[in-house]
């Protein structure tokens, strides 16, 4: 590598470094979990036991059908309309130690699809899965350059992971991540829950027309892409972007300090737990050619060590290695280049557009 690209991948690891110095503090400082190491022992236990960490694609029960829905909210949009569908979950917590501080979370339990539609017939439909706190539509739209695609002639829509936009507690004092390096039960449930509402979503967009459906997820979306692609066949495509492989690093769970020791039989299991849903566990059900994988070489948000191994255990689908790291990239048109390169080579855009 080349000295300039090593100064930018320095660069671009030095602004994702700053951005996780207040999730540091506050993990430290305001977020401690107060739990007895039995109690907390127990619930990793319970993964371990019963075979999920083992058998990783045991933990995911997805949904039959595509639930019952309803439109909640419908706004123009360039043409079309933007609707906000939502649905219930349905999702029940594995671990039963956990299941009361999953079920706490009210507002969490009823599932949102936001679709940007041209209304006139059925088109080829991108999913959308947003990064970490990216869950508002209007943050998807500029992330995902949601107006240039819908005017290339795409239906687009975005799958709300839980606990973000409206399924987010309404006090602020409530409003935790979901990946939470003190709580790997809540963390191993809320992917769990997250997979089974994609699921719902991608066979909702099939109840309602969608002809075919490629999926596009960025950081945390990534790591949710990464799951789909290795539990279905059914999307024409996944494109991740910059995503997340583990939650191990930077700010997993030798970060932040517990109430108790931890000694290295319980830390393996901490890290077994915390790392059992990882796409790294999985191979793909998607041809490598309907693969994509984007990642900056500086990325220490999503280190860029983990999505290379990814890489390589994937057979090296199509990918761009760029400069920088998560948030300061020195090629901003790059990422964007990268999925509209699949999208027409996918034929989800017209020939022009090429």
Same mark, same amino acid.
């Given at each position: 590598?080349?000295?300039?690209?090593?100064?930018?991948?320095?660069? @671009?690891?030095?602004?994702?470094?700053?951005?996780?110095?207040?999730?540091?503090?506050?993990?430290?400082? =305001?977020?401690?979990?107060?739990?007895?190491?039995?109690?907390?022992?127990?619930?990793?236990?319970?993964?371990?036991?019963? @075979?999920?960490?083992?058998?990783?694609?045991?933990? !995911?029960?997805?949904?039959?059908?595509?639930?019952?829905?309803?439109?909640?909210? %419908?706004?123009?949009?360039?043409? @079309?309309?933007?609707?906000?569908?939502?649905?219930?979950?349905?999702?029940?917590?594995?671990?039963?130690?956990?299941?009361?501080?999953?079920?706490?979370?009210?507002?969490?339990?009823?599932?949102? =699809?936001?679709?940007?539609?041209?209304?006139?017939?059925?088109?080829?439909?991108?999913?959308? =899965? #947003?990064?970490?706190?990216?869950?508002?539509?209007?943050?998807?739209?500029?992330?995902?350059?949601?107006?240039?695609?819908?005017?290339?002639?795409?239906?687009?829509?975005?799958?709300?992971?839980?606990?973000?936009?409206?399924?987010?507690?309404?006090?602020?004092?409530?409003?935790?991540?979901?990946?939470?390096?003190?709580?790997?039960?809540?963390?191993?449930?809320?992917?769990?829950?997250?997979?089974?509402?994609?699921?719902?979503?991608?066979?909702?967009?099939?109840?309602?027309?969608?002809?075919?459906?490629?999926?596009?997820?960025?950081?945390?979306?990534?790591?949710? @892409?990464?799951?789909?692609?290795?539990?279905? %066949?059914?999307?024409?495509?996944?494109?991740?972007?910059?995503?997340?492989?583990?939650?191990?690093?930077?700010?997993?769970?030798?970060?932040?300090?517990?109430?108790?020791?931890?000694?290295?039989?319980?830390?393996?299991?901490?890290?077994?737990?915390?790392?059992?849903?990882?796409?790294?566990?999985?191979?793909?059900? =998607?041809?490598?050619?309907?693969?994509?994988?984007?990642?900056?070489?500086?990325?220490?948000?999503?280190? !860029?060590?983990?999505?290379?191994?990814?890489?390589?255990?994937?057979?090296?689908?199509? #990918?761009?290695?760029?400069?920088?790291?998560?948030?300061?990239?020195?090629?901003?048109?790059?990422?964007?280049?990268?999925?509209?390169?699949?999208?027409?080579?996918?034929?989800?855009?017209?020939?022009?557009?090429?």
């Amino acid at each position: 590598m080349n000295p300039v690209s090593k100064l930018l991948d320095a660069a @671009g690891g030095l602004a994702d470094s700053l951005f996780l110095l207040p999730p540091y503090l506050s993990g430290r400082f =305001l977020l401690q979990r107060k739990v007895a190491r039995k109690d907390f022992e127990a619930e990793l236990d319970f993964y371990i036991e019963e @075979g999920f960490t083992a058998r990783p694609e045991s933990f !995911f029960v997805l949904p039959e059908k595509a639930p019952a829905f309803s439109v909640t909210d %419908e706004i123009p949009f360039g043409g @079309g309309v933007r609707q906000v569908l939502s649905f219930e979950s349905g999702y029940v917590a594995k671990n039963p130690l956990a299941r009361p501080r999953h079920e706490d979370y009210q507002r969490n339990r009823t599932a949102y =699809l936001v679709r940007w539609v041209h209304g006139d017939r059925p088109r080829k439909t991108v999913l959308l =899965l #947003h990064g970490l706190m990216m869950g508002d539509p209007r943050r998807a739209e500029a992330m995902f350059k949601v107006p240039g695609l819908f005017d290339a002639g795409l239906d687009l829509a975005l799958a709300v992971a839980p606990f973000h936009w409206l399924r987010s507690p309404r006090k602020a004092a409530r409003r935790h991540p979901p990946i939470r390096p003190q709580d790997p039960a809540l963390t191993a449930e809320f992917v769990g829950q997250a997979m089974r509402d994609v699921f719902s979503a991608v066979a909702i967009l099939e109840s309602l027309g969608s002809p075919e459906m490629g999926v596009i997820g960025a950081s945390l979306g990534g790591y949710l @892409g990464g799951l789909l692609a290795a539990l279905s %066949e059914k999307p024409r495509f996944v494109a991740l972007m910059v995503p997340a492989v583990n939650f191990l690093s930077p700010l997993g769970p030798d970060s932040f300090p517990l109430d108790f020791p931890v000694d290295p039989g319980l830390r393996r299991k901490i890290h077994e737990v915390f790392a059992f849903h990882s796409p790294a566990r999985f191979l793909p059900k =998607l041809p490598r050619e309907d693969i994509l994988i984007v990642a900056s070489r500086g990325d220490r948000l999503c280190p !860029f060590e983990n999505v290379r191994d990814l890489c390589e255990k994937w057979g090296n689908p199509p #990918h761009h290695f760029l400069p920088g790291g998560h948030w300061l990239v020195f090629d901003p048109k790059a990422r964007g280049r990268a999925w509209y390169e699949l999208l027409a080579r996918k034929g989800f855009l017209p020939k022009k557009e090429r």
